[in-house]
């Protein structure tokens, strides 16, 4: 009888802190790769000499390389959390104001939205998350607190912070969003005030956290929305399937056909170089490195999720 093949959930087969071992070298020795995102004037000078990795199992362990514990702002990876907290307040009532299918348009365009008279393609484009970040406000008695509060509850980590001074110089320069956000509200998908709306998606964009902080803030995603060994209940299992989904098919702006291809994993990137991803029943990820790709997406950073999934075996596929 020729034997059945390995259960590739079985983690014992793997020896994981080699694994990211290997990846850290090998994404060291290409370090100065790809393009930071100087359309916003603070990401501009971030050096390119910077690799985090980590992953945090459902028990709680952690396993993690390079600069893991480095601070960073999360930008649109901000936009799963908001897209939970927004689910939590209005549950599916959300769809009749976002779309849930890929965009193939970047994460900024604004294109989609006049010929699809206001709703935005899905929550993860600019757009779509500027709606989630609308719905907060509508819902949330202090908006901003409730969200540094639910991002501190994720991670577990209560030094997490917004950084004023870096949304607002891209408040500043942030003529796109501004614009988007007034065109949503001339179709009256926006509810509050524009600029109530645009400088908190600003200040959830500026919230300062490394990669451990992001591996665990997404772990109930890999947990049938649990939060890891507390198992406090962050949204419906069924919601985290949905979420998951949707990271897979429009998580990675108009690369996330490339990203099924080469990873495998629900991710969602953000222009400062993290990406998260989930391995679902399995756990929570995150990796950042500044420099990105064409599309917007950290170079090396998908680069050492494609290797993490080969090595591993965990793409969903
Ligand atoms: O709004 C922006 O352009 C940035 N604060 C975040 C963009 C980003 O990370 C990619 N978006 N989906």
């Not at 110089?169 to 956000?181: F, I, K, L, P, Q």
Request: hydrophobic share 40%.
């Amino acid at each position: 009888m020729p034997k059945p093949p390995a259960n590739p959930y079985d983690l014992s087969r793997l020896d994981l802190d080699d694994i990211l071992g290997t990846i850290n070298e090998e994404v060291r020795a290409r370090f100065g790769e790809g393009e930071v995102a100087d359309y916003i004037p603070a990401l501009a000078d971030v050096p390119k000499d910077r690799f985090g990795m980590a992953l945090v199992l459902l028990d709680g362990t952690v396993h993690e390389v390079g600069d893991s514990r480095e601070r960073f702002s999360i930008q649109s990876v901000s936009k799963v959390h908001t897209l939970t907290m927004a689910l939590e307040a209005v549950g599916d009532e959300l769809w009749k104001r976002v779309d849930r299918e890929p965009s193939g348009d970047p994460f900024n365009s604004l294109i989609q939205l006049e010929l699809e008279h206001g709703i935005p393609r899905n929550p993860f484009m600019n757009a779509g998350a500027l709606v989630c970040t609308d719905v907060i406000l509508s819902h949330y008695d202090d908006a901003e607190a409730s969200l540094l509060e639910f991002m501190r509850a994720r991670a577990g980590d209560p030094d997490i912070a917004m950084d004023p001074e870096l949304a607002g110089s891209e408040r500043e320069s942030g003529h796109r969003n501004v614009a988007m956000a007034n065109f949503l509200r001339s179709f009256d998908n926006l509810n509050n005030d524009v600029d109530e709306v645009l400088d908190l998606y600003f200040l959830q964009c500026s919230l300062g956290m490394h990669c451990v902080d992001l591996a665990r803030s997404v772990q109930y995603l890999a947990d049938d929305g649990r939060c890891g060994p507390s198992g406090e209940r962050v949204t419906s299992a069924e919601n985290a399937t949905r979420i998951n989904a949707m990271m897979m098919t429009a998580g990675t702006y108009d690369a996330a056909g490339d990203f099924a291809f080469y990873v495998g994993l629900p991710a969602k990137s953000g222009v400062s170089g993290g990406i998260v991803a989930v391995v679902p029943n399995v756990m929570g990820l995150c990796v950042w490195y500044p420099g990105l790709d064409e599309k917007g997406n950290s170079k090396l950073g998908k680069y050492a999720l494609h290797r993490f999934s080969r090595m591993t075996d965990l793409a969903v596929f």
